[in-house]
Structures are given as structure tokens and as C-alpha cells.
């Protein structure tokens, strides 16, 4: 009798093993555009089959990002993980698709029909990328590099012009050298040279005449 009973438990211990931990989702929610009302609906689904919900209380979100907020948790089964999940706002559906991890604990925005006014800050699916202000940065970071370069350029520019004015500089100096190389031009140019000239002339005239006599 009492292995009679031991057998029959067997195969009723085997099938108690725990589920693998949900996946839980928070985020933002939009309706045509605008923000889904507290009361709305959100349903997950895998296979076809619903596997969890959450009716939305703050005006365009559902769930919070906290260990204690409300979340959408998504119960799955052995086998589940890399599974597609889809979701239904309020019966309808919504384009987005997400993959079932177990344990998983994921910010994930919904639309159903026309997109937000200003494309939700990055798109929906996924928390918003910084992708965008990284580009920004590198083009900001090429702009002031381009800008140090042409500086240096401009500097050097003028340091060529003042090369050019110190070799006009000693041209100047070797033409003025040339011109007043001959010591009798000099004297030939000073006051009253010619007059001086003139007088040691007749004083060699009268010296000659009373040699003479």
C-alpha cells in the first residue's frame, strides 16, 4: 500500500515546478495622438493568448519605473524566452512588438493610431537615444577645430608680410649704399666747394707771376 502511493505521487511532484518569473513593462501611452486617459486598457499577449493587463491611472503613462509601482507584468511558460509579445490599448492594436525575457523589467512606450505631436521625443518601442546630441557635440567639437586652423592660417600670413617688408627694407639700404659710394661726390656736394676752388686758383696765378719778376 504505502508503494502504491509513493509511485502515484511521482508524476504530481514533477508537474509543481515554479514558472519562470514574468517580464514587467512601464511607460508611456498615446492615443491618436494624445495621451491615454486613466481607465484605459492595455492587455500583453503571447500566442495569441492573454498573459497580462494593466488599466492606466495617470493620464498618458502605465506602470512606473520603481520596485513598488504598478506594472504590466507578463506571465510566460517554459520555453517562452525570445517569444514575441504584442498588446491591445483598449482592444486595439498596437504596432509595437516587444520579446518575452524572463525576469525581464523593461520601459516600453505604445501608440495606438496617430503618433504624438513632436514623435514622442525619439520614437516608441524603446526609451528615447541620445544619438542626436552626440551628433550635435562632434559637429560643434569639428566647427571650433576648423576655426583654430583658419586663425593659425590668418597668423602666418602675417608673419610673410613682414618677411616681405624686411627684405624690401635692406634692398633700400644696398640701393642708397650704391649711390653714395664715391668720397668725391661727397666733397664735390659740400657748401661753398666751389668758391673755395675758385681761390686757391688765383692764389697759384699771382704766386706764378711774382716768380717772374
Not at 500500500?1 to 498615446?30: C, K, N, Q, R, W
Not at 491591445?88 to 518575452?100: F, I, M, P
Amino acid at each position: 500500500m504505502v508503494a502504491v502511493s509513493t509511485l502515484s505521487a511521482a508524476p504530481i511532484a514533477a508537474s509543481d515546478d515554479p514558472p519562470p518569473p514574468p517580464h514587467s513593462f512601464h511607460g508611456e501611452v498615446y492615443v491618436d495622438g494624445e495621451p491615454a486617459p486613466p481607465g484605459t486598457e492595455i492587455v500583453a499577449m503571447i500566442d495569441g493568448e492573454e498573459r497580462g493587463e494593466i488599466v492606466v491611472s495617470e493620464n498618458g503613462t502605465y506602470g512606473g519605473p520603481t520596485v513598488g509601482d504598478e506594472k504590466l507584468v507578463v506571465h510566460g511558460e517554459e520555453g517562452d524566452d525570445g517569444k514575441e509579445i504584442t498588446f491591445l490599448v483598449d482592444g486595439e492594436a498596437v504596432s509595437e512588438t516587444a520579446t518575452w525575457t524572463a525576469g525581464g523589467d523593461d520601459e516600453f512606450h505604445l501608440v495606438v493610431g496617430d503618433a504624438p505631436s513632436g514623435g514622442g521625443g525619439g520614437g516608441f518601442g524603446a526609451p528615447p537615444s541620445d544619438s542626436d546630441g552626440d551628433d550635435g557635440g562632434s559637429a560643434q567639437a569639428t566647427s571650433e577645430e576648423t576655426d583654430g586652423d583658419d586663425d593659425e592660417n590668418a597668423g602666418d600670413g602675417t608673419d610673410d608680410g613682414d618677411s616681405d617688408g624686411d627684405d624690401s627694407d635692406e634692398a633700400t639700404s644696398e640701393d642708397g649704399d650704391d649711390g653714395s659710394g664715391s668720397p668725391d661726390d661727397d666733397a664735390s656736394s659740400m657748401p661753398g666747394f666751389g668758391s673755395a676752388s675758385a681761390l686757391l686758383g688765383l692764389l697759384a696765378s699771382v704766386a706764378l707771376l711774382a716768380r717772374r719778376r
